[in-house]
């Protein structure tokens, strides 16, 4: 069967459920697109009914098609029946990956959640952010994919996913695709790695667009690029709000909660 909704799936991502299907033919398309808040959606649409939500905020999802969805379900029967045998071996091996810092084959992905064990805890990954995540209980029998939404017409990108679900190892995968060792990466002074970029360390004093955009997030400020006491005043009450350490500076956590926003 070809792909039933070139309008809003890509070639690549229905070629994607096709392999994962002949991978284990027992199991089911949950679904690709959706009408609906996210990844499951476009980006057009996104941006007209939910401008902020987190599936079209960052510089990796702001790219490729505007009319197509970046995320695919993959659903696990056995798991419904309550045996995660399965859907614990895929989800294991996109964890182990998404927690190895020298493999970069899911680095073109946002995140997933699923099953990893027997227990009745959802478990994921954001491989963007390089952190745990969970969801609802739905995902104890299917995996959820999001992709970067500027990789949605790639192959490669689904390629190299299936190489970690199939259990490639990273060296055969390097062999096999030519592609080359990472370089490691280096820390620019004054910045901390967060987000998948490095973000520059903000206190009084600071200055600059970084600032202005933290301004602009957390509100109760003006937003004029300036680190002050009323700036630093306010980020203390954005912290003990969000329940982290209460410091007055910018550093990865507080970038990484103004980043859920």
Known sequence: MGNPNPARITDALWRLWEELHKLEPHTELGGIYADKRGYHNTRAANERRWPHNYSIRESEDQGGPTDKAAALDWTFPDAQRGDYRTIAKYSGRLMRSGKDPADPRLNGWREFYGQVD????????????????????????????????????????????????????LEDWRKRTGHPAAPKPTHPAGTTWCKGAWRPVLRRGSKGEHVRFVQAMIGGVEADGDYGPKTEARVRAYQKMRGIDVDGVVGVTTWREINKM
């Open 118 to 169: 027997s227990d009745r805890q959802v478990e994921g990954w954001d491989f963007r952010h390089d952190e745990p995540v969970s969801s609802d209980s739905s995902h104890l029998w299917h995996i959820h994919l999001s992709e970067d939404r500027d990789k949605v017409a790639s192959w490669d990108n689904k390629d190299a996913l299936l190489s970690v679900l199939r259990g490639e190892s």
